[in-house]
């Protein structure tokens, strides 16, 4: 049995850290683990600017404690009035690495969003041209579609024609949840890649009404029926170089978790390596986790991977029941359970 395994330091490539206070108090997180994250700009108000992302990245910097190395990527938000010109700008000058597709009302701080997709194809078109990836929330928002099966519409109703009408876009598929997904990416071009998250690779949807509603298994996109996670399971661990790690940690307050209109969203990032190592043990895959976690992410992002590295060891650890989230506790994924590996 292995009990100590040194991989390079890895990224995450989905992350939600919030601003203020709270952002002060999840960072340093994720900053234990990950060389490099792609920071998600849902806002309030949304980063749909060059200079209002700068001035964000300035704010994570500025919140990293002291010892502490990390660098965030900063995305745009897409609108219907989203200007190619802007996005182009700041791409060229790398203040970001990529733009968000937040269908108008998929997710948290998602109203902004789009509307329709053809609205944002000359944005799309100036993207395909510089090789900006887009990374899509994958989901269709119409209410006659049941919330179980708004990703598999996405990829027939969205991606499917989008990526017909722009051949060389770079396209991320995030927070990847059923088979669909995972056999759209497998059998895409080299140009087309998918985020898996922690949460996603462990519970099937029974885990949100587990001795009642479980507000802190709730995320969009929602967990499935079991068959997608183990579907989900294999694209992450079987080695194809089209998926890689994104946590898609998104910290709410216990108290706005907890309410009779609790928020979308898991916060993963104090235990996410352990948890994606636990997966990648159970299916006898923990020589892969290393492509999946550090390499196979900056490979698309066209990035260097990176040279430190990292050793976890195999020791139950005891996972808090609450954490200090700025000022309100935060429940973290796994709360009051026990992790198989732990950050040495």
């Known amino acids: 049995m292995t ?31 990950f060389a490099r994250a792609i920071v998600m700009p849902n806002l309030s108000p949304p980063v749909t600017t060059a200079k ?10 500025a919140a990293l404690p002291e010892g502490m190395d ?18 182009a700008a700041g791409f060229a000058d790398g203040t970001w690495v990529a733009a968000k597709l937040y269908p108008a009302g998929a997710t948290t701080n998602s109203s ?9 194809d000359a944005v799309v078109a100036r993207m ?40 060389a876009l770079r396209f991320v598929f995030e927070h990847i949840t059923t088979k669909d997904a995972a056999e759209f990416v497998a059998g895409g071009s080299e140009r087309i890649a998918a985020t898996i998250t922690p949460q996603h690779l462990q519970i099937n949807r029974n885990a949100i009404f587990k001795g009642g509603i479980n507000p802190h298994a709730y995320c969009l996109p929602v967990a499935k029926r079991e068959e997608h996670r183990l579907a989900v399971r294999k694209a992450a661990t079987g080695g194809s170089g089209k998926f890689f790690l994104g946590t898609d940690s998104a910290p709410h307050a216990k108290s706005a978790k907890e309410s009779a209109c609790g928020c979308a969203g898991i916060f993963n ?24 976690a550090s390499l196979d992410g900056p490979r698309f992002y066209r990035l260097p991977a990176n040279e430190e590295r990292i050793t976890l060891e195999r020791v139950e650890t005891a996972v808090p029941a609450s954490l200090e989230g700025g000022g309100e506790p935060i429940v973290p994924y796994r709360a009051g359970g026990r992790m198989r590996w732990r950050l040495a």
């Not at 100590?4 to 002060?24: E, F, S």
């Not at 209002?52 to 910097?61: D, G, K, N, P």
């Not at 990836?133 to 996405?154: C, K, Q, W, Y």
């Open 70 to 87: 990390f660098t965030p990527l900063m995305t745009a938000y897409l609108t219907d009035d989203t200007d190619p010109d802007e996005i």
């Open 112 to 120: 902004s969003g789009v509307t329709d997709i053809r609205k944002i």
């Open 3 to 33: 009990t100590r395994l040194t991989i390079r330091r890895p990224d995450d490539w989905h992350l939600h850290l919030r601003d203020g206070a709270m952002m002060a108090a999840v960072l340093p997180y994720t900053a234990r683990q």
């Open 52 to 61: 209002a992302a700068a001035a964000y990245r300035e704010r994570i910097l």
């Open 269 to 292: 990032a104090p235990f996410a390596l352990e948890a994606y190592a636990e997966v990648f043990e159970e299916e006898g895959a923990l020589d892969r986790l290393e492509a999946f």
């Open 128 to 167: 395909e041209e510089i090789g900006m990836p887009l990374l899509a929330h994958g989901e269709v928002t119409h209410d006659e579609v049941d919330i179980f099966d708004r990703e598999a519409r996405f990829i027939d109703e969205v991606a499917i024609p989008l990526l017909k009408r722009h051949r």
